[in-house]
């Protein structure tokens, strides 16, 4: 079996590793695909991180707990969710079952025939890309402790939280 495993990844954090270490541990699985969606979308507070950074993330972060895993990048279709799949099967490479919680990808994917599960949800009040680029926003070191220790160092490294910061004023999530 081969599953797919979807989300934004703004940023990677430790419940997308605990959810995919969970996929790697159902029968008959070996491998993972990584499925990256809004890949087109960028410096935004909702999609701070280019696709590229985030592909860089995802590997830090699975490479330092030694999973077997593949990368794909998905744009939106915007309001034509009915073709998103097809847009899905032409990035990504061969799979037999996708893992979303979120209820609009469930959606727009129950019009096809692909079998689509959920995964167990860890800490979620804390583990979310939006509590995550808030304490960001907010400069508070909070978010450390909620991201992988290669993730961290990725973020630092590119200046990630001062582009979040910004991106939070400029779209008025936040004071300056
Ligand atoms: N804390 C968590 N535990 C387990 N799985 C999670 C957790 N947070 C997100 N996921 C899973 O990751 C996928 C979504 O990835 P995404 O990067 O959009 O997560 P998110 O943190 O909820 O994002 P955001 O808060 O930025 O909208 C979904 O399948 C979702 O169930
Ligand atoms: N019409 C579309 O473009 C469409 C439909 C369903 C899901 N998606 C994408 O799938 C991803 C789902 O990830 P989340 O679990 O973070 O919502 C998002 O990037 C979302 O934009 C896109």
């Avoid at 541990?25 to 935004?44: A, E, H, L, P, W």
């Avoid at 991180?49 to 794909?72: P, Q, W």
Wanted: charged residues 25%; positive net charge; proline residues 5%.
């Amino acid at each position: 079996m081969r599953p797919l495993f979807i989300g934004r990844f703004q940023p990677v954090h430790l419940g997308h590793l605990s959810a995919i270490e969970w996929v790697l541990k159902q029968d008959g699985v070996d491998r993972v695909i990584v499925g990256i969606g809004s890949s087109n979308q960028s410096f935004t507070f909702k999609n701070p991180f280019t696709a590229g950074e985030r592909i860089d993330m995802l590997t830090e972060a699975l490479d330092s707990i030694n999973v077997k895993y593949s990368i794909c990048t998905i744009p939106d279709t915007g309001g034509l969710a009915s073709i998103w799949f097809s847009y899905v099967r032409n990035y990504c490479p061969s799979f037999d079952l996708i893992y979303s919680n979120d209820e609009f990808t469930r959606l727009a994917l129950s019009y096809w025939k692909i079998p689509v599960f959920n995964t167990p949800l860890f800490n979620k009040e804390k583990l979310s890309g939006t509590n995550i680029r808030l304490l960001m926003a907010l400069g508070k070191k909070e978010w450390t402790s909620l991201v992988p220790e290669p993730v961290r160092e990725f973020i630092e490294r590119i200046n990630g939280v001062e582009r979040v910061r910004k991106l939070a004023v400029i779209e008025g999530v936040v004071k300056e």
